[in-house]
Nanobody
């Protein structure tokens, strides 16, 4: 059982930066691959980034590659999403998710989800 809580969302101007955090509870956090997804109003939830449990192998959606960085601190049971060069189209609710084992960009393969945190990019 894993419980996830996102934080760090807010309002930023285009070109700005924001760092999201996802705090996990439970044992064996390092065995879970972690992912970030986002959902804009009226749109389907989409994959953003993922990272493997212990070795830190990462994968990104093309839309954020080069701008976003996913990382994790297993000692703190926390995963991060550093977002740079933000664009208005990045505006969405961002969700942290966890799955046992390997890397995945598929939404339904993640068993555990946080409540989401709002990111708004606007001038």
């Amino acid at each position: 059982q894993v419980q996830l809580v996102e934080s760090g969302g807010g309002l930023v101007q285009p070109g700005g930066s924001l760092r999201l955090s996802c705090a996990a509870s439970g044992r064996t956090f390092n065995n879970y691959a972690m992912g970030w997804f986002r959902q804009a109003p009226g749109k389907e939830r989409e994959f953003v980034a993922a990272i493997t449990g212990s070795r830190g192998i990462t994968y990104y959606a093309d839309s954020v590659k080069g701008r976003f960085t996913i990382s994790r601190d297993n000692a703190k049971n926390t995963v991060y999403l550093q977002m740079n060069s933000l664009k208005p189209e990045d505006t969405a609710v961002y969700y942290c998710a966890a799955r046992w084992g390997g890397l995945s960009s598929t939404l339904y393969e993640y068993a555990y989800w946080g409540q989401g945190t709002q990111v708004t990019v606007s001038s």
